[in-house]
Every structure is written in C-alpha cells, then in structure tokens.
C-alpha cells in the first residue's frame, strides 16, 4: 500500500479551519494519517483522515461520534492522546503526535525486543488497558501498529473505539484488513461470541511473543487458518521468553476463564516476571525525523519508519513515499506576479524574526511554546517542561485518574509563555474512595466476585479463617472491611469461614470422677457421655481412659466418651471335680481363667482343682487340675 505525497490532494489543506495536513506518515484499511500544524495552537499533531466511503455510512459516523468522544475523555500516560475529532467531508480524529515510531515499526526493521523489554512495554499497555477497562471500554484490536512511543520511549496504545465503530460500518475494507486483524484475534473473537477486556490480554499475549521473536503464534496464510487454528490450543511460549513464558502462557488460554481475570492482574504478573529478568536495556525507536532538503530549503519532509496508522494490516508491507507540502498553483496576472514579492517578504521576515530568537536566546529570555503535560505523571511532566524551558507549579487535586497524574494544565498546550514561566499543573491525588459494600453470610463467593467488579474494586484471593458463628464455607466478610473507604481498583478479598476451631481432648483425666472429667469437657464445648470400665489399678468410680484420647483434635460439640471404673472384673470359679478333664477344661475357660492339667490324660476324670469352687477371683487367674 503506497502513499504517494504527489498525488495526495489532500496535502495542504485545512480542515475544520484548523489542521493544516502537511505530509502523510502512514496508510491503513480505514484511512491515512498525516503531519498537521495546528494553527490556532501553534503545535504539530497528527491526524488519521478516515476513507471518504465511511462519510456515507450513517450507522459508522454515529458510532464515530460517539467512540470518538469516550476516547477523548481518556487522559492516562499510557494511552495515545486524542485532542480533537470531526467531520469536514470526511470523517478525521486529530491525535498526539508521537515521534518514537511504532512497535510494528520496529519489527519492521528488525529491531526484536529482549524479554526485560517486553515485560517493560507490556506492563505499560497492561496499564492504559486497566485504566480504559474500568470505564467500560474494551480495545479490541491490539497489535504492534498500535503501540507507539513517544522520544522518551513511552508505549501510549492508540485506536481506542476506532475498532468497534468500524464494526459497525457497512464499507468494504480494503483486502487485507481481516487478516491483520485476525493476526491478534482471540479464540472468541473468531467464534463470534461477544467480548470482553480479557480478549485484549490475549492479543497482548501475542504481541509480547511477536516482539521477542518475531513471529505472531498461530499465524496462518489465510485468515481462516489462523482462527480455527487458535480456537485449538491456547498459546505455548517459546523459550526465548523466559520467565515472560509463563505470563504469555496464562493471557493466552483458549477459555477466557482461565486467563487473568483484568489487567491489573496480568500488570502484577508482568511485573513479577520483570524482577526476575536483568534490567531493560534503551529500546531501538524506528520514529519520525523532520529532515531538510539541501536542493529545496523551502520544502519539508519526513524520514520513512513511523507508518502508526492504527488500523493498517500488519501482514502487508507499508511502503510510504514522503514528498513535500502541496503549494498553492501559481494563477495569471497580477496575483501570480504578487505570490513572488510574498513569498520575498515573509523570507524577510523570517530571517529578522530568526535574529530576534537568537539575540533571545543569547539572553536567556525570549518565548517558548508549552508543551502537553496532560496524563503523563508528575515526574515525567516536570522533566518535559524543563526540557521545553519552563518550571511547574501543581495543584493536587481529588480526580479520576490515577494519583500523580497530570490532570489539566495552563496555560493550554501550544501557547507561548516567557521562557522560565511556569505552567500550572493540576495533578490527580487518586480517585475519590468508596466505601466496600457489606454482604450477608449466605452470599454465595460467585455473585461477591460479580459484586465487587461491579462496584470497581478488584477481586483478591480468597481468605480462609475459623468461626465460631458462621458455618463453614460462609461468608464472614471482606478485607478491607464492609463500609471502610478504599481508592477505586482496590483489592477487596472475601474471608470464607472454615466452621469453628477445632478442639482438643483434655488430657490426664485418669483418676478424676466423672463429673469433674465432664466439667472438663464441655469447658472446650465438646459433649461428654459416660461408659463403664473395669480396671485392676483404678478405683471403682474414678475416670480410667477417654475415647478418643487426650490431646486429639476434634470438631466442635464433638461426643467424648468417659470411661468410668467399676474396680476389678471378678469371676465365680466353677466346681468342676469329678467332670471329664476335657469339659472341666471348656467350662473353667469360657468363665475366663486360665486351666493347667496335671498327668493329662485323655477321658480321665478330675481328682482336684487348686482353686475351689464357688471362689470368686480375678478374670485371667490360673486354676490347676489334678487327674
């Protein structure tokens, strides 16, 4: 796809009475984009000039309109700045013009990121993705096209609602569209099925692989190939990843389910995956340049390398051809014989206003333009406006956006204020706090999850306590606590009881009575019930053992059993002179005693018996027989 800056005759216009198109940069399934000059700022933007088609399509500009008006509202450092947006034939968006080129650029001229690279740019984009998915605002079309840094090497994500507004559109894309697209697309963006945020970690699972090697996973010669091959099997990383593998591996699952649950999440995960890798190296910017032409001074171009049209087909190659502003065609007559003297008289001035500029700056006065501060945080304002000649001055104010962000700023951006100034900055101190929300203890944990979503916190792992009063798997409560005020986007986890603690059997019981052994059960809120026992050591009425014993855990209200002694266990000794010594034998043993035969003999009859009849004695005593 080319873009030839001599045929473009939209070079040189004004739209809106305000952005004068210099030069196009880039070429996309959707529309091109160009280096303008804000004449009413005094500053250079860039503006993406959608295809003429979609002027026609009533059901794209509604969509349009109002995308383009949420992304508008999005003030984050991550996130590309949109100033403006309009409709003067055609539909256009102005933006911030970034001069670090793209990420697509990059890989483009084969400039691979290491994995500590790849954790650092993805922890930025995971960062504008939260800020956009907690105002209801899902990407749908991540890929390197459009991540572009600024000079600093800042990722900002751009085309946020462009995406879905073209899906509304009934216009034909160019060939080539559906498969950039479908490049990045997730396994439920090919099934059809509606989307939310965690299709866009997927696409940035993607884009981190393709950033380390180079290759997109899954990438297929048609765009067929490539759905059906990602609604198979979820994302393998390669091991050139590292400790990034395991992040791309979670992000890249088939069933959104089983990926992270929001962005801040897989943030967290970037970031620990970033500890464990050596420190990010500067990254290699394939960005824009305004170069000089020595045979035609009065011409501008720009270096080739920053094609950031947001919507392009990654797939294609984008050849773009940089040609010099359109000048106005010379008319006959005096108006042509004047358009000369003109063009002599501002190079006059130019020239004097460049001496006037020198001289200020040999005095160090002078004014100087003021640079966009909006969004970025505050550090990074106050170096910018440095570099640009001016000092700051902030307010810290309650806001939206997260705390140390640049809020709003005045002077507006593009004014021209005495070199040393100040710009006065009204900085975020984080969002309001709201208040946890309370729930009963039969909440089931699934609609608690849905509920703090819904009320903007994020869902922390679960808790697990014991509870003397909520039954097991209910819920005691949240950490923070209901009520208590937190910043939006905290962590509130939910505290599941496990039941009550368990008890342990008191021990050294032996000896005691049962009552005092009873009161010393229930004093642990077990219940205690009485057995009989006999014992040769332990005295009738005094506790023996417990079952089950001393010192065992055991459920609450659990049954102990108190075995109480009844003093030895005595037997009656038959009289078993005169029997046979086999049935003497039977009957002494099945009372419990032990028999000894004297001379057996088989049949004989018993003579006499060590013990006699009618004694009472210990169960287990040894009864001698005579034969």
Sequence with gaps: MATSGVSDLLVGRVLAGRYRLRAPIGAGASGRV????????????????????????????????????????????????????GEDDVPFMVLELLEGGSLRSMLDRDHRLTPSQAAHVGRQVAAALEYAHVRGLVHRDI????????????????????????????????????????????????????????????ALALVLVESVTGRVPFAADTPIGTLTARTHTGITAPAELGPLGA????????????????????????????????????????????????????????????????????????????????TVPRRSGRAGAIVPLLVAGLVVLALALAGVAVVGATNNGGRV?????????????????????????????????????????????????????????????????????????????????????????????????????????????TDPPAGRKVAPGSTVRMVISDGPAPRQVPNNLAGLTYAQAADAIQAVQLRPVQAMDFSD???????????????????????????????????????????????????????????????YRPGKHVKTQSIPGNTQVHVGATITLTL
Excluded: C
């Excluded at 996130?79 to 947006?85: C, E, L, P, R, T």
């Excluded at 498969?179 to 299709?199: F, H, I, K, N, V």
């Excluded at 962005?263 to 190296?281: Q, R, Y």
């Design 369 to 477: 333009p003021v640079p966009n501060l909006a969004g970025l945080t505050r550090g990074t304002a106050s170096l910018r406006a440095a570099d640009a000649g001016v000092g700051v001055a902030v307010d810290v104010r309650r806001a939206d956006q997260p705390a140390g962000t640049v809020v709003s700023q005045s002077p507006p951006p593009g004014s021209w204020i005495d070199r040393g100034g100040r710009v006065h900055l009204v900085v975020s101190s984080g969002p309001a706090p709201i208040a946890v929300p309370a729930f009963p203890t039969s909440a089931a944990p699934a609609q608690v999850h849905a509920a703090l979503l819904a009320a903007g916190f994020a869902a922390g792992t679960d808790e697990h306590r014991n509870d003397e009063v909520v039954p097991k798997d209910g819920l005691i409560g």
């Design 247 to 326: 992040v791309v591996e979670r992000a890249g699952q088939i069933d959104p389910v089983q990926r992270y649950p929001d962005a801040a999440t897989m943030g967290a995960a970037l970031t620990d995956a970033a500890a464990a890798l050596p420190p990010p190296g500067p990254l290699t910017l394939s960005g824009l340049h305004e170069v000089g032409d020595d045979q035609n001074p009065t011409q501008i171009g720009y270096e080739p390398g920053i094609p950031f049209d947001q919507d392009a087909s990654d797939e294609d190659t984008l050849a773009v051809e940089y040609a010099p502003v359109r």
């Design 537 to 599: 050591t332990i005295q009738a009425g005094r506790v023996t053992r417990t079952s089950p014993v001393g010192n065992t855990p055991v459920a609450r209200d659990s049954v102990v059993t108190i075995y109480v002694s009844q003093g030895p266990q005595l037997v009656l000794v038959p009289n078993v002179t005169t029997w046979k010594v086999e049935d003497a034998s039977a009957v002494l043993q099945r009372a419990g005693l032990v028999v000894d035969v004297q001379g």
């Design 34 to 85: 160009y280096v303008a000059d804000d004449v009413r700022l005094r500053r250079r933007v860039a503006v993406k000039v959608l295809h003429t088609a979609l002027a026609d399509d009533s059901g794209f500009l509604r969509r349009f309109r109002a995308e383009a008006q949420l992304a508008a509202s999005l003030h984050h450092p991550n996130v590309m700045a949109v100033y403006d947006w």
């Design 143 to 202: 890929k390197p096209a459009n991540l572009l840094f600024d000079e600093h090497g800042i990722v900002r994500v751009g085309d946020f609602g462009l995406a879905r507004a073209l899906a509304e559109a009934s216009w034909t894309e160019p060939a080539g569209a559906l498969l950039g697209t479908a490049r990045y697309a997730s396994p439920e963006q090919a099934a059809g099925t509606p989307l939310d945020a965690r299709a866009d970690l997927y």
